[in-house]
């Protein structure tokens, strides 16, 4: 993992790296010369992020010392465990189990480690030290070598009490092994809270528990910890890394402490506290109806707003159930015209599994005035497929959408309902952009995220106006794929998992995008031509999977600017830079939410230094935000989901909103 490069300059090892990866040779990381076991030091370990430290978390290990850390039931750290190449090693027998000196109750806990071929070790949390060995106390993560160990309990299991369960959804019953080999780097994450306690691997949902319910007590009665009266009674205690006897080390250790109620910090470093109002109070949408005929609930789901480049003043909203209005963008509109209705062609996102589908991308070409040119991407309604394709619109007002003016641009296989993005947009260069996530399910399980030989989990740029030989559009010469072998060139980037939305900035012509995390991150990034964003071998700046890069393919992965993580929400949506001057608090500012939180926050970018300068809460209302519109003179606006169909908001500051 590196450091961002130079915006909108491809990476010279890039393009070689994407089509070859596999585990990297261990023989080329730094070897602990008194164990043999593979410490690699790389950059980033044993820090924290900006989004991290604002939102509580604390460093354990500095890479340097073993400040706060003591051995069990002794004063001090053996010898034995030392600082090698910014990691806590166990360096031979007798360096006895470590554990924090600090004790924790509620709480979030974050590690790397590396076993050697054969290990056992394992992470103890709520240990107390009455007892002759902390796992009488302290229930225990399971570490080991999966492959060649000789515990049936493995690695990321808790010991003899809970180990990874399939969703009840999910068709493969294969207990999930996300370990990568002995001698690379795995992570735990692990919370303990009265809501709910989770383990996963590698990035990967293992199990959940609930510490003292019926159920725990059940396991642990069948357990050999029933033994041990005070097994798991403290609620509180020290944190446990153990000496097994066997070659470890550990990295990257980040608590956060959590209240009862799970709540964390946000992530910020101001609040803007301005407000939302209705930007359209009296407007009704044609032929909307909030009902269906079976009398089931059809909430207005708007998923796109934006303009076109002619000087008609007209906006255009999307919803996810297949319709496009226009409207006058003037604060007093009421009316709308219905300028497309592709109700009965696209899946319906209301049904069993398909929130993720329908109709997910609207846009007007660049010369759309003259040629009356609009591009959708959705769903197909029977097909497991996502079409791309332009209708025309009429020239007099109000233009209508011929219905049997579809040219369909492209047809995209989707193997799974979810993930199927959506976003399109047109560049500052004219092409089209279209973001696509991986093809959904889990876990990535076809490993679409890092194959350039599909078009899933990337932004494609095409040429809608040069059609090329064989296809309903072109291929842009500087594409960073084109006529490399098994890839296909209208990728732009790559390495997204699910990406919800991608925008450009019309001062800058950045492109911003927001990838939607699956157990633990989610992420914002700058895309860049020919860049490699990481996913399925990273989510957000953090391992995922067991799946290892070659080395040329780990050094190019690119950074998101922003992660936070899912404490503080869990379905990032991306939105837009604010350009309008009507509030000068937004200024320049990087406007996005999280639909499942609520939230909404605004991040400022020095672009110069590469880096967020800041990131501030906007309102401290809760407001599901689908999706985030554009109107001319630099305005974004919220975009939300309505039985009344009430869903499109501007900001404003408090007091005008007070006013009215």
Request: aromatic share 12%; hydrophobic share 35%; net charge negative.
């Amino acid at each position: 993992m590196t450091k961002r490069p130079p915006l909108f300059v491809l990476m010279p090892c890039f393009l070689f790296a994407a089509l070859n990866y596999q585990a990297v040779n261990s023989s080329a990381l730094f070897a602990n010369p008194a164990t043999g076991l593979q410490t690699n030091s790389e950059p980033h370990q044993n820090q924290l992020t900006r989004s991290e430290s604002l939102s509580g978390w604390k460093l354990l290990f500095d890479g340097e010392t073993t400040d706060g850390w003591r051995n069990f039931n002794k004063p001090d750290v053996s010898d034995r465990w030392q600082v090698k190449g910014g990691a806590l090693v166990w360096t031979g027998k007798g360096a006895g189990d470590l554990i924090t000196k600090e004790k924790y109750q509620n709480f979030e806990l974050s590690l790397e480690y590396k076993i050697s071929e054969e290990g056992n070790s394992g992470v103890m949390f709520h240990v107390t030290e009455e007892t002759d060995k902390p796992y009488q106390t302290g229930p225990e993560i399971q570490i080991q070598d999966n492959a060649k160990g000789h515990d049936a309990q493995k690695s990321g299991w808790l010991y003899q009490l809970y180990k990874p369960v399939p969703p009840r959804w999910s068709k493969d019953k294969t207990i999930l092994d996300m370990t990568r080999p002995a001698g690379q780097w795995n992570q735990i994450y692990l919370r303990i809270s009265p809501g709910g306690c989770q383990v996963c691997v590698n990035g990967a949902a293992y199990y959940q528990f609930k510490l003292g319910n019926q159920d725990w007590n059940e396991r642990v009665a069948k357990s050999k910890f029933a033994d041990w009266p005070l097994f798991a009674k403290a609620g509180e205690g020290h944190l446990c890394l153990q000496d097994h006897g066997d070659e470890v080390a550990f990295r990257d250790i980040k608590v956060r402490r959590l209240p009862d109620d799970g709540t964390v910090p946000q992530p910020i470093d101001a609040e803007l506290d301005l407000s939302t109002e209705l930007a359209f109070p009296n407007l009704k949408w044609q032929d909307w109806e909030p009902f269906d005929d079976a009398g089931k609930m059809k909430p207005l789901r708007l998923v796109e707003l934006n303009y076109a480049s002619d000087d008609s003043n007209l906006l255009y909203a999307t919803s996810q159930c297949g319709s496009v209005w226009s409207f006058e963008n003037k604060p007093d509109v009421t009316q709308s015209t219905l300028v497309l209705n592709l109700r009965d062609e696209v899946a319906d996102w209301q049904a069993s599994g398909g929130n993720e589908q329908g109709l997910l991308g609207f846009a007007t070409h660049p010369n759309f005035k003259d040629n009356g040119y609009a591009y959708v991407y959705y769903s197909h309604r029977d097909k497991k497929r996502s079409i791309l394709s332009r209708f025309t619109l009429s020239k007099d007002q109000p233009r209508i959408a011929d219905p049997d003016s579809e040219t369909i641009l492209m047809s995209i296989d989707q193997p799974y309902r979810n993930h199927n993005g959506g976003s399109i947009e047109f560049g500052p260069d004219g092409y089209l952009y279209v973001g696509l996530g991986d093809g959904g399910l889990r876990n990535d399980p076809h490993g679409n995220g890092q194959n350039p030989n599909t078009l899933l989990g990337s932004i494609l740029r095409i040429d809608v106006d040069d059609v090329a030989s064989g296809k309903a559009y072109g291929i842009p010469s500087d594409n960073p794929f084109v006529g490399m072998p098994n890839t296909k060139p209208e990728i732009y980037a790559y390495g997204l998992r699910n990406p919800w939305k991608i925008a450009f900035d019309e001062t800058t012509s950045m492109l911003w995008c927001a990838d939607v995390g699956q157990e633990l991150w989610e992420e914002i990034d700058l895309i860049e031509k020919g860049g490699n964003y990481g996913w399925s071998f990273r989510e957000g700046a953090h391992l995922f999977g067991s799946q290892l890069p070659d080395q040329a393919t780990a050094d190019s992965l690119i950074e998101p600017i922003w992660q936070y993580d899912h404490q503080l929400g869990k379905s990032i949506t991306g939105g837009r830079v604010y350009r309008s001057d009507r509030l000068p608090a937004l200024s320049g500012k990087y406007l996005y939410a999280d639909y499942v939180a609520g939230t909404v926050w605004a991040l400022t970018y020095d672009s110069e230094k590469e880096v967020v300068a800041k990131n501030e809460r906007v309102t401290q209302k809760n407001i599901p935000v689908l999706a985030f519109g554009k109107a001319p003179g630099g305005e974004v606006l919220l975009l939300t989901n309505s039985p009344r169909g009430e869903s499109i908001y501007r900001f404003v500051a408090k007091e005008s909103a007070q006013d009215r």
